[in-house]
C-alpha cells in the first residue's frame, strides 16, 4: 500500500532562516508521482510541484528547492530565506497505480515564520 | 494549469437540510474530484466524479449522502444531504490536468448546527 510521511507536525523559525520541510514515501510503484501543496491560513491549496518518479532531479524555483532521493524515498521541500507570507500548511502527496492515481497524503506539515 | 471556482464559498446549514456545491473549471478535465477536510487535518477523498456515469466513491461515503452530477468536462456538483454537525467541514473539489497536475479550487467551509 502506498503512504506519505510528513513527519514535523509543526515547524517554526524566524524569518530570513532556511528550512526543509520532510516527506517520506512508500509504495511498490515503479512509476509514481510526489506532489508538493501549500494551504495559506485563506484555505485554498495551492500546487507546488509535481516530479516523476523516472527524474531524480533537483528542483529549484525561486526561494523554493526540492530533493528527491528515490535511495530513501524522499521528497524533501526547502525554503531559502523564509519569509512571513510562506507562514502555511504544506502537504506531501503521492500517486501511482497502486492507488489508481488518486492522492495519497501526508498529514501536513504546518510552517509559521516569525518576523 | 487549470482555475477552478466554487460556489458558495462558505454556508450555514440547519440540520436535515441539504447543500449542493458547484464546482466550476476554466477548462475541460477528464477527472475531477471531491474531497473533505476537517479542521487541522489532512484531505481525505469523497469520490472521482465521472463524467457521463456515476461517480466513484470511496470507503465511507456514500451515494445517497453524497450526490454528485458532471454534466460536462467543465462543470460538478456535491451535495450533502441530510446534514448533521458531523458533516461540518471545506469540502474541495479538485481537477487534474492532463499531465496529472491536480488543482484545487478555494473550498466550501460548511457549517450545520
Known sequence: AQKV?????????????????????????????????????SGELVFLIRRNSFDEQNEIS?????NFQKSTSSFNFTITASQVVDSAVYFCALS???SNYQLIWGAGTKLIIKP | SAVIS????????????SLTIQCQV???????????QQPGQS????????QGSEATYESGFVIDKFPISRPNLTFSTLTVSNMSPEDS???LCSAETEVYEQYFGPGTRLTVT
Not at chain 1, 525561486?62 to 526540492?66: A, D, F, P, Q
Not at chain 2, 466554487?6 to 437540510?17: A, E, F, L, N, V
Not at chain 2, 476554466?26 to 473533505?36: A, I, K
Not at chain 2, 484531505?43 to 465521472?50: S, V
Request: proline residues 4%; hydrophobic residues 30%; contains cysteine.
Open chain 1, 62 to 66: 525561486g526561494r523554493y528547492s526540492w
Open chain 1, 96 to 98: 501511482g497505480m497502486d
Open chain 2, 6 to 17: 466554487q460556489k458558495p464559498s462558505r454556508d450555514i446549514c440547519q440540520r436535515g437540510t
Open chain 2, 89 to 91: 467541514s471545506i469540502y
Open chain 1, 5 to 41: 510521511t510528513q513527519a514535523q507536525t509543526e515547524i517554526s523559525v524566524v524569518e530570513k532562516e532556511d528550512v526543509t520541510l520532510d516527506c517520506v514515501y512508500e509504495t511498490r510503484d515503479t512509476t509514481y508521482y510526489l506532489f508538493w501543496y501549500k494551504q495559506p491560513p
Open chain 2, 26 to 36: 476554466d477548462s475541460q478535465v477528464t477527472m475531477m474530484f471531491w474531497y473533505r
Open chain 2, 43 to 50: 484531505l481525505t477523498l469523497i469520490a472521482t466524479a465521472n
